[in-house]
């Protein structure tokens, strides 16, 4: 089991910057890929980056490319996401995700693990 636990959603303003991070705890971190997804109002849920057991290779959705960077720090046991430029569409909910697959994946159900959400604001 790996828990999986949120932190440093808020209110911004657009352009504005914002970093969350995700702590995991449970087996041993670096077994997995870390992801993030986002849901928004009214809408399903989409993938936002994924990086790789090792932090050597992401991939970053078209929508948030240049904008958001995830990282991973193995140490800490802990994922992050980066976000500027913010946009009044990022407003979501936040969800990282952690997967047993080594390479770089995208969908949902590759994921086993989820955290509870942090919510982001975006505000014109």
């Known amino acids: 089991q790996v828990h999986l636990v949120e932190s440093g959603g808020g209110l911004v303003q657009a352009g504005g910057s914002l970093r969350l991070s995700c702590a995991a705890s449970?087996?041993?971190?670096?077994?997995?890929?870390m992801a993030w997804f986002r849901q928004a109002p009214g809408k399903e849920r989409e993938f936002v980056a994924v990086v790789i057991r090792s932090g050597g290779d992401t991939y970053h959705a078209d929508s948030v490319k240049g904008r958001f960077i995830i990282s991973r720090d193995n140490a800490k046991d802990t994922v992050y996401l980066q976000m500027n430029s913010l946009k009044l569409e990022d407003t979501a909910v936040y969800y990282c995700a952690a997967s047993a697959r080594s390479e770089v994946v995208v969908t949902q159900s590759a994921y086993a693990y989820w955290g509870q959400g942090t919510q982001v604001t975006v505000s014109s």
């Open positions: 449970g087996r041993t971190f670096s077994n997995y890929a």
